[in-house]
């Protein structure tokens, strides 16, 4: 299979500050997304970014498949923002299953 | 637009049981995903149709099974169920290949 890791696997944050979570992976792939897992469990959809950069509010990310790596930027975080944060790869070639990094357990403290 | 539906969200059953879930994608999606996530393994495949038919399955053992329908509703059935299958399990959809995936809320499966 495919090799994703995630870092830090845990962050505590003061509210207002920034963070930047990393994915590493160990292939090609053709499908990169993150994810924020809410505290009932779903997975929220965050970014759609199997290459270049996305911005979506205070959130943005990264994707350099080149080098195989993924960036995820949270600015001015808030306690909302916690959670756990997941990359999940779909390798070139090998569609249609997703390799789910460990995680980043957030927690942004008032 | 309705998102991911899946049911039921908790669930408990005794060891030796056999389990059924559910999985309504998003309008349109023909393609359903399902994955195990417990706190000892993290997130794993289990297994991937589209229009009816399997294309990819993970290394879990053939008590795990699933069938995807006409209307691209989807079922995912564990037999003989054991405790290490307590866990959440989370169901997906997309429109097509090379499209991003959405989930479901997830079905929360204990196993006593």
């Known amino acids: 299979g495919i090799q994703v890791e995630q870092s830090p696997p845990d962050l505590i944050l003061q509210e207002g500050a920034n963070s930047t979570l990393r994915c590493n992976f160990s292939?090609?792939?053709?499908?990169l997304q993150w994810f924020h897992q809410n505290p009932w469990g779903q997975l929220i959809n965050l970014f759609y970014?199997?290459?270049g950069t996305k911005q979506n509010g205070r959130l943005s990310a990264t994707t350099v498949a080149t080098e195989r790596y993924s960036l995820l930027y949270i600015s001015s975080s808030q306690t909302t923002d916690s959670g756990v944060y997941f990359c999940a790869v779909e390798r070139r070639g090998r569609i249609n299953k997703f390799y789910f990094g460990s995680g980043t357990k957030l927690n942004v403290k008032p | 637009k309705a998102g991911v539906t899946q049911t039921p969200r908790y669930l408990i059953k005794t060891r030796g049981q056999q389990v059924t879930l559910s999985c309504s994608p998003i309008?349109?999606?023909?393609?359903v995903s399902w994955y195990q996530q417990t706190p000892g393994q993290g997130l794993q495949f289990l297994f991937e149709y589209f229009s009816e038919t399997q294309r990819n399955k993970g290394n879990f053992p053939g008590r795990f099974s699933g069938r995807q329908f006409s209307n691209s509703r989807s079922e995912m059935n564990v037999s003989t169920l054991e405790l290490g299958d307590s866990a959440l399990y989370l169901c997906?959809?997309?429109?097509?290949?090379?499209?991003?995936?959405?989930f479901g809320s997830g079905t929360r499966l204990t196993v006593v």
């Open positions: 970014i199997p290459s």
């Open positions: 292939d090609s792939v053709n499908n």
């Open positions: 309008s349109g999606h023909r393609s």
């Open positions: 997906a959809s997309r429109l097509q290949d090379n499209y991003g995936y959405t």
